[in-house]
């Protein structure tokens, strides 16, 4: 990989790295990472958007920074067996957006919020199911106990965030959906196939922490 790709982040000590993406995540968004969503909206989704928030985790394990992830149950309505972050809608008693991405968290994989420390926020992705996402970025100490939902988790798993953040990793795929063909990132990992909002959310994550290098 060439030099120049690599983050300053996976050259820091953990204590280190958690102030560096701090004060990453603490300016406006760069421009790079405006735009993702791509404007597309399924049958019946169009209208006004929903207020949504996930959780991106960053676990700080001895051997790297992990991204932890979940596998969404197939029997779901929307985006069954697709990969993504914990999160969901916000609803009207949450104190936030942060609040609403802690408690999707706690309840889908039973991630306390007592061991994620929020580090800030990533500019917006509205869905094609009409979902405005606000992700939120949080760092968690190990170690941690998570207890899937059955209902709406099939697997919880981690991946190397360095792995994630590599561009050689970052694909451009596409599909037909009806007549259009629709491009869109994907990272695939092992037998793992990060696609869709989760891996532009993903892509909206590197480009917030390369701006300024």
Do not use: C
């Not at 809608?89 to 949450?94: A, I």
């Not at 991630?111 to 970025?137: D, K, N, R």
């Amino acid at each position: 990989m060439p030099a120049a790709a690599r983050l300053a982040l996976f050259d820091l000590a953990p204590a280190q790295q958690r102030d560096w993406l701090t004060r990453r995540l603490a300016g406006p968004a760069p421009s790079s990472a405006l735009g993702q969503s791509d404007g597309f909206r399924l049958p019946g989704r169009d209208g006004a958007v929903v207020p949504a928030a996930v959780l991106v985790p960053l676990v700080n394990r001895p051997q790297g920074l992990q991204l932890l992830l979940t596998q969404r149950s197939a029997n779901l309505p929307d985006h069954p067996g697709q990969i993504s972050f914990p999160g969901g809608r916000v609803d009207p008693e949450d104190a936030g957006f942060a609040a609403a991405a802690l408690r999707e968290a706690d309840e889908e994989i039973g991630l306390a919020s007592s061991h994620v420390e929020i580090l800030g926020e990533l500019a917006t992705y509205v869905t094609v199911t009409g979902f405005q996402v606000h992700p939120v970025v949080g760092w968690i100490e190990p170690p941690i106990d998570l207890k899937p939902d059955p209902v709406e988790v099939a697997d919880a798993f981690e991946v190397p965030l360095e792995f994630i953040l590599d561009p050689a990793h970052q694909e451009r795929h596409s599909r037909m959906l009806g007549t259009r063909q629709r491009e869109y990132w994907a990272i695939p990992w092992r037998e793992r196939y990060i696609w869709g909002a989760t891996a532009a959310m993903l892509m909206i994550l590197d480009r917030t922490l390369r701006a300024g290098d």
